[in-house]
């Protein structure tokens, strides 16, 4: 069985800070991990995955993210924050272990203070 | 590349009609397209999977007779909500996969906000 945690529904973090989103997963293979954002009203964009090889991710707008295997975590980072960032975002887990279906976590609304 | 765009962006329907959400690959073609289901402030949930030229896969306690699903090419998928209700106002969100590529890797549609009156 598969599944996802994103620890904190609600972040907060001041303009420039460190943005820190957790995920965790639980998956009896090798996983893929997404982190997805979504801004209010719109699908979801694709910021980052992990299928296979390094383990530190780069993705858009300068977030990345390191799959930890024996921590089963992909948590998702940006060293500065933007007001920009403030938005909805989404880890999910899918694999061959999931017959190709996607698993999303309860997801993680950030807020930038200025 | 790798586009999908569902149309339309918001629909608002008298109870009782039925309503029809495309879901378009439109630099790729996908052979498998996902629906998913979005409550405010909540994850989505995995409605069906569409398969192109065969039925679509339903998930547990989904109503294949109200949510219709058409996949006829590879870069058309449809939902029809079928005789809508207010409790099917809900964000709707379609997505697809690569051909070739990990099939788990998966597009987004901007969605349909459906509001039943």
């Known amino acids: 069985a598969q599944s996802v945690t994103q620890l904190g529904s609600h972040v907060s973090v001041s303009e420039g800070a460190l943005v820190l989103l957790r995920c965790n997963y639980s998956?009896?293979?090798?996983?893929?991990l997404f982190w997805y954002v979504q801004y209010p009203n719109q699908g979801l964009q694709l910021l980052l995955k992990?299928?296979?090889?390094?383990?530190l991710v780069k993705g858009i707008n300068g977030f990345e993210a390191e799959f930890k295997k024996s921590e089963t975590s992909f948590h998702l980072t940006k060293p500065s924050a933007h007001m920009s960032d403030a938005a909805e975002y989404f880890c999910?887990?899918?694999?061959?272990?999931?017959?190709?279906?996607?698993?999303f976590g309860t997801g993680t609304s950030l807020t930038v203070i200025p | 590349g790798a586009v999908v765009s569902q149309h339309p962006s918001w629909v608002i329907c008298k109870s009782g009609t039925s309503v029809k959400i495309e879901c378009r690959s439109l630099?790729?073609?996908?052979?498998?397209m996902f629906w998913y289901r979005q409550f405010p402030k909540q994850s989505l949930m995995l409605m069906a999977t569409?398969?192109?030229?065969?039925?679509?896969?339903?998930e547990q306690g989904v109503e294949k007779d109200k949510f219709l699903i058409n996949h006829a090419s590879l870069t058309l998928s449809t939902l029809t909500v079928t005789s809508a209700h207010p409790e099917d106002s809900s964000f709707y969100i379609c997505?697809?996969?690569?051909?070739?590529?990990?099939?788990?890797?998966?597009?987004f549609g901007a969605g349909t906000r459906l509001s039943v009156l």
């Open positions: 569409s398969n192109e030229g065969s039925k679509a896969t339903y």
């Open positions: 999910a887990v899918s694999g061959p272990g999931t017959g190709n279906q996607f698993y």
């Open positions: 998956s009896s293979v090798p996983p893929y």
């Open positions: 997505s697809a996969g690569l051909a070739g590529e990990a099939k788990n890797i998966q597009y």
């Open positions: 992990y299928t296979t090889g390094a383990t």
């Open positions: 630099d790729f073609q996908a052979t498998t």
